[in-house]
C-alpha cells in the first residue's frame, strides 16, 4: 500500500526568503515527517494496527462521567461535550449504555432556560451555540425520551427572539451575530421541524453576503474567509435549499485549496498551519457543494486518500483520542471533529475504489454533512418530530 502524503517534492519552499509563515509551516512539515518516520519503522502497513478503535471508545465513554480539571474552562460547555463525546462513539458504532443515555438526558435537561434554549450548563443563559449541542446530542441518544424532553415551543420562541431584521441571529440575547448562529438556528430548527417563515426570512441573504472575494465565507460581512463559517454557510444555505445564489465556482476555487499538499490534511484559512479539526469543517462541504455541481463525481474534488493518511498517522494518539496535529494534545473537540473528518474521507475512498486506509478494522460509520450526525439518528428525529 503507497502512502500518498509527505512527499519531498510539495514541502513548502520559500526561496530563501524566510517569514514567520513560512518558518512555522517548516516547522510543521518537520514534525509531521517525524511522525510518518516513527509509523513506517514500525513495519510494513499491512502488519500494523492503523486504527485504535477499542481506545477511542473508551476515551469518549470515560468523558461521559467526568473530564479532567483542564476542562474547567469549558464550564459554559458541558452541552457541547456531550455531543462531541456522543458523535464519537456514534461514529465508532459503540454502544451507549441505557443508564448513561438517562443521566445525558437529565442532565440536558437542567441546561434548558426556562425561557427557551440551551445554556451551557445547569442555570446558565440559553446561547445558540450549546442549544445546538444539546439538540443533537438529544438526535444522537435515538429514543423518544430523549426527544420528548425537548421544550420545541420554547425553543421556537427563544429562535425568533435571537432573529435580526437583517436575516442574522444574535447567539443570545443582546449577543453577537456571526455564522455560526445562522447555522445552529436553521440546523436546530429543521431538524426539530420548528423552521417558520418568520425564522427563515432573509437568512440565505444574509449568509450570501459575508461571502468573500476568496470564495470562502466569513464569519460576517467583510472578515477573512474560514473554514468554520464557510461550513456553517454552506450547509445553512443548502437546508434552506438556497444554494444558487451564491457562486459556487469560487467557492470550489478556494475550498480546494485548503487541503495541504505534503500533510494531507487541511487548513482553515489561506496561509495558516493544517489542523486537525479541518478534516471535517473542509472536507464536509464537498458532498454538500457536490449536488450543486455537473459532473463533479468525476473531478476528484480532494484527495480523501491523503486525508486519511494525515488523519490515521498525524492525528490519532494510540491510547485514545485525536489531536489538531502531532505534538498536541488530545482533546474532544478535536475528536469528535476529526472522527467526522474520517467519515467523510472513507466515503469519497468507498466511492473511488472501494478502499479505505487501514482496510475494513478502520472503518467508521457515515456522518450526515449538513447536521455532523448519523443518518439514521437524523431520520428518527425528522419522523418523531413530523407526527
Given at each position: 500500500m503507497e502512502?500518498?502524503?509527505?512527499?519531498?517534492?510539495?514541502?513548502?519552499?520559500?526561496?530563501?526568503?524566510f517569514t514567520p509563515t513560512s518558518t512555522e509551516q517548516k516547522r510543521v512539515e518537520d514534525i509531521v515527517q517525524e511522525s510518518y518516520d516513527s509509523f513506517k519503522s514500525r513495519g510494513p502497513i499491512d502488519k500494523q494496527c492503523l486504527f485504535h478503535r477499542n481506545h477511542h471508545v473508551n476515551y469518549l465513554m470515560k468523558s461521559l462521567k467526568s473530564v479532567p480539571s483542564s476542562y474547567a474552562t469549558l464550564d459554559a460547555s458541558r452541552t457541547w461535550i456531550c455531543f462531541w463525546s456522543l458523535n464519537g462513539l456514534r461514529i465508532l458504532d459503540a454502544e451507549i449504555p441505557e443508564e448513561t443515555q438517562k443521566d445525558i438526558i437529565r442532565f440536558i435537561k437542567s441546561c434548558e432556560d426556562p425561557k427557551g434554549g440551551y445554556g451551557g450548563g445547569p442555570g446558565q443563559s440559553a446561547h445558540l451555540a450549546p442549544t445546538y449541542a444539546a439538540v443533537m446530542a438529544l438526535v444522537l441518544l435515538k429514543s423518544e425520551e430523549a426527544l420528548k424532553s425537548i421544550d420545541r415551543p420554547m425553543l421556537l420562541e427563544y429562535l425568533l427572539r435571537m432573529k435580526q431584521s437583517d436575516g442574522s441571529f444574535t447567539m443570545h440575547d443582546d449577543g453577537e451575530a456571526d455564522m455560526r448562529s445562522s447555522y445552529c438556528a436553521v440546523a436546530v430548527a429543521i431538524i426539530c421541524n420548528i423552521l417558520t417563515d418568520e425564522l427563515r426570512a432573509n437568512v440565505a441573504e444574509w449568509i450570501a453576503?459575508?461571502?468573500?472575494?476568496?470564495?470562502?465565507?466569513?464569519?460576517?460581512?467583510?472578515?477573512?474567509?474560514?473554514?468554520?463559517?464557510?461550513?456553517?454557510?454552506?450547509?445553512?444555505?443548502?437546508?434552506?435549499?438556497?444554494?444558487?445564489?451564491?457562486?459556487?465556482?469560487?467557492?470550489?476555487?478556494?475550498?480546494?485549496?485548503?487541503?495541504?499538499?505534503?500533510?494531507?490534511?487541511?487548513?482553515?484559512?489561506?496561509?495558516?498551519?493544517?489542523?486537525?479539526?479541518?478534516?471535517f469543517w473542509q472536507a464536509a462541504v464537498f458532498p454538500i457543494l457536490e449536488q450543486t455541481l455537473e459532473d463533479s463525481k468525476e473531478m476528484g474534488l480532494f484527495d480523501s486518500r491523503m486525508l486519511e493518511e494525515y488523519i490515521l498517522i498525524c492525528c490519532q494518539r494510540s491510547e485514545g483520542g485525536f489531536v489538531d496535529k502531532p505534538g498536541k494534545s488530545r482533546d474532544l473537540y478535536q475528536t469528535c471533529y476529526v472522527l467526522a473528518g474520517l467519515a467523510i474521507a472513507q466515503q469519497y475512498s468507498i466511492l473511488k475504489d472501494g478502499h479505505i486506509f487501514g482496510g475494513d478494522e478502520a472503518r467508521v460509520n457515515v456522518v450526515n454533512p449538513l447536521f455532523n450526525v448519523d443518518p439514521e439518528c437524523e431520520h428518527f428525529a425528522k419522523h418523531f418530530f413530523s407526527k
Amino acid at each position: 500500500m503507497e502512502i500518498r502524503s509527505f512527499r519531498p517534492e510539495f514541502a513548502v519552499s520559500d526561496d530563501g526568503n524566510f517569514t514567520p509563515t513560512s518558518t512555522e509551516q517548516k516547522r510543521v512539515e518537520d514534525i509531521v515527517q517525524e511522525s510518518y518516520d516513527s509509523f513506517k519503522s514500525r513495519g510494513p502497513i499491512d502488519k500494523q494496527c492503523l486504527f485504535h478503535r477499542n481506545h477511542h471508545v473508551n476515551y469518549l465513554m470515560k468523558s461521559l462521567k467526568s473530564v479532567p480539571s483542564s476542562y474547567a474552562t469549558l464550564d459554559a460547555s458541558r452541552t457541547w461535550i456531550c455531543f462531541w463525546s456522543l458523535n464519537g462513539l456514534r461514529i465508532l458504532d459503540a454502544e451507549i449504555p441505557e443508564e448513561t443515555q438517562k443521566d445525558i438526558i437529565r442532565f440536558i435537561k437542567s441546561c434548558e432556560d426556562p425561557k427557551g434554549g440551551y445554556g451551557g450548563g445547569p442555570g446558565q443563559s440559553a446561547h445558540l451555540a450549546p442549544t445546538y449541542a444539546a439538540v443533537m446530542a438529544l438526535v444522537l441518544l435515538k429514543s423518544e425520551e430523549a426527544l420528548k424532553s425537548i421544550d420545541r415551543p420554547m425553543l421556537l420562541e427563544y429562535l425568533l427572539r435571537m432573529k435580526q431584521s437583517d436575516g442574522s441571529f444574535t447567539m443570545h440575547d443582546d449577543g453577537e451575530a456571526d455564522m455560526r448562529s445562522s447555522y445552529c438556528a436553521v440546523a436546530v430548527a429543521i431538524i426539530c421541524n420548528i423552521l417558520t417563515d418568520e425564522l427563515r426570512a432573509n437568512v440565505a441573504e444574509w449568509i450570501a453576503g459575508c461571502q468573500t472575494y476568496e470564495g470562502g465565507f466569513g464569519g460576517e460581512s467583510g472578515v477573512e474567509a474560514h473554514g468554520g463559517y464557510t461550513y456553517c454557510a454552506v450547509a445553512a444555505l443548502a437546508l434552506l435549499d438556497k444554494f444558487s445564489i451564491v457562486d459556487d465556482k469560487a467557492l470550489l476555487r478556494w475550498l480546494v485549496h485548503r487541503q495541504m499538499k505534503f500533510e494531507g490534511g487541511f487548513q482553515g484559512r489561506t496561509n495558516k498551519l493544517v489542523d486537525g479539526c479541518y478534516s471535517f469543517w473542509q472536507a464536509a462541504v464537498f458532498p454538500i457543494l457536490e449536488q450543486t455541481l455537473e459532473d463533479s463525481k468525476e473531478m476528484g474534488l480532494f484527495d480523501s486518500r491523503m486525508l486519511e493518511e494525515y488523519i490515521l498517522i498525524c492525528c490519532q494518539r494510540s491510547e485514545g483520542g485525536f489531536v489538531d496535529k502531532p505534538g498536541k494534545s488530545r482533546d474532544l473537540y478535536q475528536t469528535c471533529y476529526v472522527l467526522a473528518g474520517l467519515a467523510i474521507a472513507q466515503q469519497y475512498s468507498i466511492l473511488k475504489d472501494g478502499h479505505i486506509f487501514g482496510g475494513d478494522e478502520a472503518r467508521v460509520n457515515v456522518v450526515n454533512p449538513l447536521f455532523n450526525v448519523d443518518p439514521e439518528c437524523e431520520h428518527f428525529a425528522k419522523h418523531f418530530f413530523s407526527k
